[in-house]
């Protein structure tokens, strides 16, 4: 393991000098400055290049093995107390079939019981789009009072990095749920092979923002239809689904906000991922929704390797002028990709899945999730949805944790779920005293 903190503060601060020449606003300077450092302490100061390149054994494995297995010593963490993890690198399978090399952990209580762990597999929120912003390789392996909430619970927990992060053998490729849930499934498989007797056969899966439109892509993948694979269920908090609709409407919002003079949403700081991983999956694409300024920035970032804070605040300054005149409808290439990757889309999902919305969510709004669960509901899948009022995108995980907690059990336990769709607004105690932080660039 070798620290590189004063390759990435050099490099970084090169970029940051080219931004400053090139682009010129100082409030973008200034706010991708202050991600780069929030990135930095974030995801902290070493990489362990000998871990994540690609293992030797890879070519002559199949999706589900485990190509590397280590303990993560404590001392590099900033985890729960009693918390072991480990670092694991498998095979996973691309949206096209090919085979993949994917990290991630695996994190497991602190006492050892009668019967094996409850394995819940867990689905990271946007962390960035390059090797270097894998949850595995940070001291908090990622967590955003999210994936501990199980681990204190008594669950063992793996957590996929996805394909691109940490080992770069391909880019990764952000919200195309179709690979993510790849990633997903084939985490589960390897980490019962990393540890035989101790996981739980059967399991369930939770997943945020880009890890909840994973997680709906997966409950509707034919892996988990199969009893034999033993899914129980899954919670969808706050998915990014249909970028390609998304970005769609922003084109009547932005005629509506330009014309009341408001600000724009924070959706826009998902664009120059969102780019980058439909490149992933399509190279040619060359982004015609984006104005050419928000095309340069985007080259900058991948000389910087900006993570999620640093990227997201490449619009910053812009607002709708990170898009260009060209409509979102026009694009072919991404609603292409929204046909490949987004839930859902007609498919059938045999297992229960919880919808958690939050009310205020400046990323995905509810409008356009209760869309999409209007939608599979009319296709027949069971899905419960919660809405919780008052809540924007990173809130809503944490504040609704009984309930997805007591999901969790209640797959475990076999009890019955009501066989029909159903729609429920909680009731806040106490909104206005509630912390209710909001997301921001």
Not at 299 to 317: N, R
Not at 410 to 437: G, W
Request: aromatic residues 10%; hydrophobic residues 40%; negative net charge.
């Amino acid at each position: 393991m070798r620290a590189i903190p004063v390759i990435l503060f050099l490099f970084g601060q090169q970029v940051l000098q080219i931004f400053a020449v090139n682009v010129g606003q100082a409030s973008n300077y200034n706010a991708i400055k202050e991600g780069n450092a929030e990135d930095l302490e974030f995801y902290g100061i070493h990489f362990d290049y000998d871990f994540y390149k690609t293992a030797a054994n890879f070519s002559g494995s199949k999706p589900g093995d485990v190509l590397k297995l280590e303990p993560i010593p404590p001392s590099n963490l900033s985890t729960p107390d009693g918390v072991a993890a480990y670092k694991i690198q498998y095979t996973s399978a691309d949206i096209n079939g090919s085979y993949v090399p994917v990290t991630g952990f695996i994190a497991l209580p602190f006492a050892r019981t009668t019967e094996p762990f409850n394995l819940v597999a867990y689905a990271h929120g946007t962390s960035g789009v390059f090797r270097g912003c894998a949850p595995s390789t940070s001291p908090s392996l990622y967590d955003y009072t999210s994936w501990n909430q199980l681990v204190i619970a008594g669950y063992a927990v793996v957590a996929t990095d996805y394909a691109g992060l940490g080992n770069n053998y391909t880019s990764h490729k952000y919200v195309a749920s179709a690979a993510n849930a790849n990633d997903t499934y084939w985490s589960v498989v390897a980490a019962r092979n990393a540890f035989p007797n101790v996981l739980s056969y059967n399991w369930t899966s939770i997943g945020h923002s880009q890890g909840g439109d994973a997680v709906w892509k997966l409950s509707e993948h034919s892996l988990v239809q199969d009893p034999a694979s033993g899914y129980l269920g899954g919670v969808a908090v706050a998915p990014v689904s249909k970028i390609y609709d998304a970005l769609a409407s922003l084109d009547e919002l932005r005629k509506l906000l330009v014309n009341s003079g408001s600000d724009s949403p924070l959706t826009l700081g998902v664009l120059p991922s969102a780019v980058l991983g439909v490149r992933a999956t399509f190279p040619d694409y060359d982004a015609p929704v984006i104005s050419q300024t928000m095309k340069t920035r985007i080259e900058l970032a991948k000389i910087g390797q900006f993570c999620d804070a640093a990227i997201s605040g490449l619009t910053s300054d812009l607002g709708f002028d990170a898009l260009s005149n060209f409509t979102a409808e026009s694009d072919t290439i991404l609603k292409q990709f929204q046909e490949l990757n987004a839930p859902p889309q007609g498919d059938s999902a045999s297992k229960p899945l919880l919808l958690i919305l939050g009310a205020e969510d400046t990323i995905v709004s509810e409008e356009s999730g209760t869309a999409s669960w209007k939608d599979s509901c009319g296709h027949g899948n069971i899905i419960h949805l919660s809405v919780y009022p008052g809540l924007d995108h990173s809130a809503v995980l944490t504040a609704a944790t009984p309930e997805w907690l007591r999901f969790m059990q209640d797959r475990f336990a076999s009890n019955p779920v009501k066989n029909q769709c159903m729609n429920e607004t909680k009731i806040p105690f106490d909104l206005d005293n509630a912390q209710r932080p909001l997301d921001t660039y």
